[in-house]
């Protein structure tokens, strides 16, 4: 047997030939790209890799790389991913799903393959719509939303999916943006470098049906004052260094640097804090910056290992002989 | 001395509230009456509630164990000795019993605070209602209360030993030694519950031989069976035995997804322990998760296998449709029950076949089998596997509560003598497409995520032949619903064989179903009528020569626990009028049930 080596790839090794079907301006080109980049760089042999999607638009994503790929039912990657990645540890699992796909049908195989901890790495685009069928409202839409189905507004209060996934007891959850190349690669990078369930919320944009839906956050000229990016052990300042995140008692607040407050006076980020994550979590635009990056990482043992460590604690203390599996206890013989 | 009487079978039934540990007894019984080589068939009955109401009808668990010197197909139709541990117990189940039969009740019971429970008025030990049996009222508690003493168990610790004490009194009544069940004592209870339990156990049989209220005892010889090495098995052991066996000879890991459901469950319980044979299993968060981490298992290349009852079916069903298009191997199991919706979850029903044939959205055929019998299951659970993996598809297998819970003797099969079907996933590079077909079982390959150079994408939208792409082509749409029906049409299934007359009136039967007929039929042409006996294991597709076998029959019935399911079926693809001999009451088909509907439905020959 030869030594294995990383194998060496570019991008285009991870663009399958398919004709991409998304409309034209789609957020879900950047991302693409970005995975498709980020996958050629990890040192993952191409046939290591498996991309399990549900159903919508952002589910197609199987169908574009060029890898193990798995288009199933709406809601249930979650379910499909842990089978295969329990049964089959040795592969890089990666779910690509939607606002919808992930928390709407597919909200209980989530919470549940984060709370085991699969070693599966999940990729949502939120763009807070349903744009497969053509333009109703989400679970992470804004109260008050005219859709084609909510003709007077939404009155359905949305989910914030940080602070579900942690509330589920997340291993790891980040979050980044469709245009923000640099990070969104860097989000990806420590998703796939995380042994456990990697959360990753990825603001995208729906040209078609909810356009402009993440402008106010991400819009170059608000960007830097309206999005927290967070740095492990770094203090969290915002607004071209002018704005910092400090606590008072439990409670975040925003504050303006100088005038005797420094980034010392900052809350400092720490990636391991439960309650840190959950305050994080909780900040939102337009009485927080949003935090970008990764609000969370504190690895714990996953579903997979685990359940091999028992079958192979099984194997090496147990019988495999299937004859005297099916004599059982009690025999008796006729001669 | 009292004399012991030989006789060729017994029928007796253990009944007591859900707490009184008549499962254990009857389990007991069972096993002891395996090892003595006697043929048995048994019938657990107890209520969903896990304890109701301490005396109530609702509450009253059963077990009734058949066992005789010869071939036996059924539990039996009416028990000739009743163990009743309370009122509640006699009144539910004296119906059943023969008239002349042995009732042995726990006489403490009776008294009026137990009769308002179960809405008796008058005391039936001494009201004449029972003047056509032989009643033996034992005082249970008392003796078993002096059987413990000085063991310094509470109360109700004690009360907790009285069925071991009747379990004892009915060793002695049909010379059964003690010795399997005392070991089983010793192996489940610490002291100083083993110990009493024990007491209880020797204490009862003793009482029996010594007082004067049996005057005889019975005994049942050994059934001449083939040579081999035997053990006593239940359905649902069967069935994760065969499926273990099945992976096996596939060469392949098991994997299981499962959500807890009466009475599939047992299951799940059994794969869960044989991880030293490489199973793999996974109590998912419901049903629909059950099913698909076993799609990805077997995505993956792994058997992925799921087992369920009817409402999990319900829930599993676009999952299976997911399976169908991506055809990739699974084995779904079907442990029957009372429906629809919550139905009667601890009793019985075949109600699930048309679900299982038709019931998915779209053109979506797959291979339907059903077990006939407890050691069946083992056989259809390999066959199931055989067939997934040969044929790339998923397959359901039926079973059902009856056969779940029930028992008999097994003769253990050499495992080395069951076939293999070993799987070889695709490895070539050159030409590979997902969806090309090996001419013969028109599978497409199966290809283990990992292989380098088949990287390629699969899914539940439409596939284009051969290449597998995504597919909206209207030609090629209808081609391949053709192409996936032929595929489950052209799966090599055994012919049916007839058991009995060629001619005359055929009882075609599936699943449980299977010893009622068997022994009405054969009852039926001893007492001088021309009539047949075909089971059907292999439900879709059916048997080659279904039509032609239906066709020698004047007439033909099908008794089914459902409304005439399996008719529909059969109307279906043979245009035979069959005739359904429908049951829907949660309880397994009584031999003279079928017999009754046999000498309805007789063809009477001209002379």
Redesign the interface.
Known sequence: MSTPEAPVYTKKDFM?D?IIRWCPGCGDYAILSQAQTVFAELGI??????I??G?GCSSRF??YI????????HG?A???????????P??SVWVATGDGDALSIGG??LI?CLRRNVDLNILLFNNRIYGLTKGQYSPTSEVGKKTKSTPMGSIDHPFMPAALALGADASFVARSVDIFVKEQREVMRAAAAHKGTSFVELYQNCNIFNDHAWDQLTEKAVRDDRCLFLEHGKPMIFGAGKKGIKLRGLRPEVVELGDGLTADDCLVHDETDDFLGAILARMDYPAFPVPMGVLHRKPRATYDAM?NE??AA??A????D??S????K?????? | MKSTQSVDHVVIRFAGDSGDGMQIVGSQFTNTTALLGNDLATFPDFPAEIRAPAGTLAGVSGFQLHFANHDIFTPGDSPEALVAMNPAALKANIDDLKPGGLVIVNQEKFIDREFEKCGITSNPLDDGSLAAFRVVPVDLARHTREAVEGLGLSGKETERCKNFYALGITYWLYTRPMETTERWIEAKFKEPYREANIRALRAGYNYAETVELFHERFEVAPMKQAPGVYRNIMGNQATALGLVVGASKAGVPLFLGSYPITPASDILHYLAAFKSHGVCTFQAEDEIAAITSAIGASFGGSIGLTTTSGPGMALKTEAMGLAVMTELPLVIVNIQRGGPSTGLPTKTEQSDLLQSVYGRNGECPLPVIAASTPSDCFEMAVEAVRIATTYMTPVILLTDGYLANGSEPWRVPNVDDIPAFPVTFHTEVAGFKAYSRNPETLARPWVRPGTPGLEHRIGGLEKQEGTGNVSYDPTNHENMVKLRAAKVAGIKVPDIEVHGDEGGLLVVGWGSTYGAIRVAVDQARRAGLRVGHAHIRNIHPLPANTDEVLRRYDRVIVPEMNLGQLVKVLRDLTLIDCVSVPKVKGQAFKVSEVLTAIRHHQVVEAK
């Open positions: 399958s398919q042999p191409r046939e290591q890799f498996a399990i999607s159903i199987p169908y060029n890898a193990y790929g798995f288009h199933t039912i249930r979650f379910a499909v991913a842990t089978g295969l990645k329990t049964s089959r040795d592969l209980n195989h549940h359940v028992q079958l099984a194997k203390s147990g019988s495999a299937l004859q599996l099916l004599l059982g009690d025999t008796w013989t006729v001669k």
